[in-house]
């Protein structure tokens, strides 16, 4: 897995991960202009964003997965009954 900078204005394939879900997209005012994504073998995974503080700190939010996660993951780790939780933990960690 790698994880790689994208611009939000121009990943449509990403900002339309949660209409594939079946949720709302997030206005692109309140999304950084760049977030980070999870490629494995060539495929994008998961991404989110990452938001600094004045604190020494940084936080993610709006991490969303690909609808081909469960595909990804099944093939990355196996048959493993816990797969999918593994994979969104271990997402979650790197980005």
Do not use: H
Not at 2 to 23: H, M, P, Y
Not at 46 to 65: C, E, R, S
């Amino acid at each position: 897995m790698i994880i790689k900078k994208f611009k939000t204005n121009s990943d449509n394939e990403i900002i339309n991960w949660w209409k594939d879900w079946g949720l709302k997209i997030p206005d692109q005012e309140c999304l950084p202009k760049k977030g980070y994504v999870i490629i494995n073998k060539n495929i994008k995974v998961a991404a989110g964003y990452l938001y600094y503080t004045n604190a020494k700190i940084a936080y993610v939010d709006f991490v969303i997965l690909s609808s081909s996660t469960r595909r990804v993951t099944r093939s990355y780790f196996g048959n493993n009954r816990n797969a999918s939780y593994i994979a969104k933990r271990r997402c979650s960690i790197l980005v």
